[in-house]
């Protein structure tokens, strides 16, 4: 099932995460990928354990929590903190699925994800598949 949820986040709150991701330190994604997505993600992440990734991510959590669409499609028990992807020219994450348990950061702690959530920070009709997203 799909759900859209448009204006998550207020103008002020993109701009906000934009600035602070465009100055941000990228490392390489596959570094987040399991088996199989390591063979064909091929894209640039916000370190998971950076300031600025828990710093945006509690934005974000904030701003899924207090939509009432998020809670009453997804039903949260829990929600990971957001990863922060960027799509240079040329990269693509090719066919895969996702990895359904994740390790929460900053604990020796795995609990099963069966959502996915995709944010997008530009408008629809700008985007290109080029520019930065938030994956939880």
């Not at 929460?104 to 520019?131: H, K």
């Amino acid at each position: 099932m799909l759900v859209t949820i448009p204006d998550l986040l207020s103008a002020d709150e993109v701009a906000h995460i934009r600035q602070t991701l465009e100055q941000s330190h990228w490392v390489d994604g596959r570094v987040s990928a399991g088996n199989q997505g390591i063979k064909v993600k091929h894209n640039l992440q916000i370190p998971v354990d950076s300031e600025e990734a828990r710093t945006l991510g509690g934005i974000i959590l904030q701003a899924l929590g207090r939509n009432a669409t998020y809670s009453s499609a997804a039903l949260p028990l829990r929600v990971l903190p957001p990863m922060f992807n960027r799509y240079d020219e040329g990269m693509t994450f090719g066919a895969h699925v996702d990895g359904s348990i994740r390790t929460v950061p900053g604990a020796s702690q795995y609990i099963r994800t069966d959502v996915s959530t995709t944010v997008f920070l530009t408008p629809p009709e700008d985007y290109d598949g080029g520019e930065l997203f938030v994956q939880d």
